[in-house]
């Protein structure tokens, strides 16, 4: 007994000390990254405002505290900071706008880098296309681009990075006109794993090219994008709530809209919430035009609503009006189930999901339970070239986003195994109805939940994935850094 207690100990304190000493070395790495780079990069320690800042994520399960965080300035830097990390074989995280819903995705208890720095919106008239630096979130972008009456095909509320954005696929209330963010890429700026800096176009660098579309970190730090730019003028839309009393009305105008609604310029998201225990519906409704054609969001406008903010505004003020920051600061997980159509019964199976899940977990710490459907017309990926996400183009598919979001460390793994059981009820009511594709086809990497296997992930992409990855990072320095790995 003496003996086993006296064991455990020691096992204990050798942790202790493991973990003590590789604190220690890398917080020599953190020293010799601040002796290496130039006055544009800095890096900060525990309680700084800014490595607060460098560590903070939308959600706070996908926050860990790391050793040091760096802010890089320049590509340059960005290559010395990845030598650096590579030679020493440090762990280390990339952040963009820190809204993966992942942990240790753009997290990490090693060194975490920041891409703050990058702010760039360089908008060029004569190539109707913008530069922009991976450090933004949309709602710079949109604003940059305000005067020029041009827009990029990005995110759809508040505070998303574009980088984590672009890098897994990119649904945008734009994506029936022009496609997912992906296909809107001109050139990505990348820092190789042995510090080269390169901008990877399609003509240049197919494989590539091909492979960072989806391909997030594997192949090294991206530090800008250039993206198409498009004509844009004042929207129509905005975001309506109902209460739970309304889901009949909604669910059919949800269906309705999914299927028969073929004007790219009309774009949707229903969203059912529990709420800290209430029922309410959320629709976001948009439509790229000044107004709205008479008919088309008819089924929800004439529904009672609890809050009304629909209106004619320019394309940043129709991102904020979703209030995101009731849900941040929570621990929370998404997943996704990849649909074929959204029909009425299937839209009467989330309902049903979303009552069982929060009945189940109310005596967890749950806040927020919540599915969006997200109808999409069947032309969005005609728009592209091939792209590791989606790996196939020959249909598309809805990307249905469940997003649970509670308090207490404790319960992860409870909303962890709901959140795969509600996605496999899905899946198989999915099928039962004749969608028999969904269980095989690309689920959507910035939804799905971490466990999520990468043939559904990458599917058919991986093997040119890897040869790619194989040239570019034979090292596989980027596999000391979070989220979906590419394995070589
Ligand atoms: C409130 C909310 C709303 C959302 N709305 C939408 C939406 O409308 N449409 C949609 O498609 N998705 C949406 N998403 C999902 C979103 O696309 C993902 O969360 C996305 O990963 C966020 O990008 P980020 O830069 O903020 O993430 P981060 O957490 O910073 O990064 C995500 C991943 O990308 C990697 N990465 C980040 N920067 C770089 C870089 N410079 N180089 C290489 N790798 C990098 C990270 O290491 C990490 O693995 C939403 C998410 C939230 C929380
Ligand atoms: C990549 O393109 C950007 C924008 O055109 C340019 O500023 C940068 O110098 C280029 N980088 C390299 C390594 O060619
Ligand atoms: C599509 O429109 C037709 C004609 O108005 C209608 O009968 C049908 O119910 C609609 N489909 C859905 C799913 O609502
Ligand atoms: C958004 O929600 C937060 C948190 O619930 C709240 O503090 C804030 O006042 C809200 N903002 C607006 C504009 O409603
Ligand atoms: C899905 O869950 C519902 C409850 O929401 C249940 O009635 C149904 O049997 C489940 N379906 C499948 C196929 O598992
Ligand atoms: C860096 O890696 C790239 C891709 O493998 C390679 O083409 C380039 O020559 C390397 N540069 C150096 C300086 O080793
Ligand atoms: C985080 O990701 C890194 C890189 O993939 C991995 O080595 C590490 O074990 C992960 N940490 C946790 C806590 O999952």
Not at 263 to 274: E, F, G, N, R
Not at 330 to 352: K, Q
Not at 438 to 449: D, I
Not at 469 to 484: A, Q, S, Y
């Given at each position: 007994m003496v003996h086993i207690r006296r064991f455990a100990f020691r096992v204990a304190a050798a942790l202790v000390y493991v973990s003590f000493v590789q604190a220690q070395t890398i917080s020599s790495v953190c020293q010799r990254i601040s002796n290496s780079i130039s006055l544009a990069s800095s890096v900060f320690y525990d309680p700084e405002p800014s490595y607060l800042a460098d560590i903070y994520h939308y959600a706070e399960s996908s926050s860990q505290t790391s050793v040091c965080s760096v802010e890089p300035g320049t590509a340059e830097d960005v290559g010395i900071v990845l030598t650096i990390l590579g030679s020493t074989r440090t762990l280390f995280g990339i952040k963009g706008g820190g809204h993966i819903m992942n942990p240790n995705y753009s997290s990490t208890a090693g060194v975490q880098i920041s891409m703050s720095r990058f702010t760039a919106v360089d908008y060029d008239s004569s190539t109707g296309t913008v530069v922009v630096g991976a450090g933004n979130i949309w709602d710079n972008v949109y604003e940059a681009l305000l005067p020029y009456n041009v827009n990029v095909v990005g995110g759809r509320v508040s505070g998303i990075g574009v980088a984590g954005y672009t890098l897994g696929g990119g649904y945008s209330y734009l994506t029936n006109q022009y496609g997912l963010t992906i296909d809107t890429v001109r050139v990505f700026e990348l820092v190789l794993p042995n510090g080269t800096v390169t901008n990877v176009t399609e003509s240049k660098h197919p494989d590539l090219f091909f492979a960072l579309k989806g391909g997030y970190n594997n192949?090294?730090?991206?530090?800008?994008?250039?993206?198409?730019?498009?004509?844009?003028?004042?929207?129509?839309?905005?975001?309506?709530?109902?209460?739970?009393?309304?889901?009949?009305?909604?669910?059919?105008?949800?269906?309705?809209?999914?299927?028969?609604?073929?004007?790219?310029?009309?774009?949707?998201?229903?969203?059912?919430?529990?709420?800290?225990?209430?029922?309410?519906?959320?629709?976001?409704?948009?439509?790229?035009?000044?107004?709205?054609?008479?008919?088309?969001?008819?089924?929800?406008?004439?529904?009672?609503?609890?809050?009304?903010?629909?209106?004619?505004?320019?394309?940043?003020?129709?991102?904020?009006?979703?209030?995101?920051?009731?849900?941040?600061?929570?621990?929370?997980?998404?997943?996704?189930?990849?649909?074929?159509?959204?029909?009425?019964?299937?839209?009467?199976?989330?309902?049903?999901?979303?009552?069982?899940?929060?009945?189940?977990?109310?005596?967890?710490?749950?806040?927020?339970?919540?599915?969006?459907?997200?109808?999409?017309?069947?032309?969005?990926?005609?728009?592209?070239?091939?792209?590791?996400?989606?790996?196939?183009?020959?249909?598309?598919?809805?990307?249905?986003?469940?997003?649970?979001?509670?308090?207490?460390?404790?319960?992860?793994?409870?909303?962890?195994?709901?959140?795969?059981?509600?996605?496999?009820?899905?899946?198989?009511?999915?099928?039962?109805?004749?969608?028999?594709?969904?269980?095989?086809?690309?689920?959507?990497?910035?939804?799905?939940?971490?466990?999520?296997?990468?043939?559904?992930?990458?599917?058919?992409?991986?093997?040119?994935?890897?040869?790619?990855?194989?040239?570019?990072?034979?090292?596989?320095?980027?596999?000391?850094?979070?989220?979906?790995?590419?394995?070589?």
């Open positions: 192949y090294g730090i991206v530090t800008g994008f250039t993206y198409q730019t498009y004509p844009q003028g004042l929207v129509w839309g905005g975001q309506n709530i109902y209460l739970g009393q309304y889901v009949d009305q909604i669910n059919a105008a949800t269906a309705d809209f999914a299927n028969n609604v073929t004007d790219p310029k009309a774009a949707l998201i229903t969203t059912y919430d529990y709420q800290d225990g209430v029922f309410v519906i959320s629709v976001l409704m948009f439509y790229d035009a000044p107004t709205q054609p008479a008919g088309i969001f008819d089924g929800f406008l004439t529904v009672p609503a609890l809050s009304a903010d629909v209106s004619t505004r320019d394309y940043l003020d129709l991102v904020l009006t979703e209030n995101t920051s009731t849900s941040a600061n929570m621990r929370g997980y998404y997943n996704t189930v990849p649909l074929m159509d959204i029909t009425l019964p299937l839209l009467e199976a989330v309902v049903s999901q979303l009552q069982y899940w929060q009945s189940i977990l109310s005596s967890d710490s749950g806040t927020l339970f919540s599915y969006d459907v997200e109808p999409f017309l069947p032309t969005i990926l005609t728009h592209g070239s091939p792209s590791a996400y989606p790996w196939t183009r020959a249909e598309r598919f809805l990307p249905l986003n469940v997003y649970f979001a509670w308090t207490d460390a404790a319960d992860d793994s409870d909303f962890y195994n709901a959140l795969v059981a509600t996605a496999a009820n899905l899946t198989a009511v999915a099928v039962s109805e004749g969608q028999v594709l969904v269980p095989v086809a690309p689920h959507y990497p910035n939804y799905a939940l971490y466990g999520t296997s990468l043939a559904s992930i990458w599917g058919t992409s991986l093997g040119e994935m890897i040869v790619v990855k194989e040239e570019c990072d034979p090292h596989n320095v980027m596999g000391l850094t979070g989220g979906w790995k590419i394995p070589i």
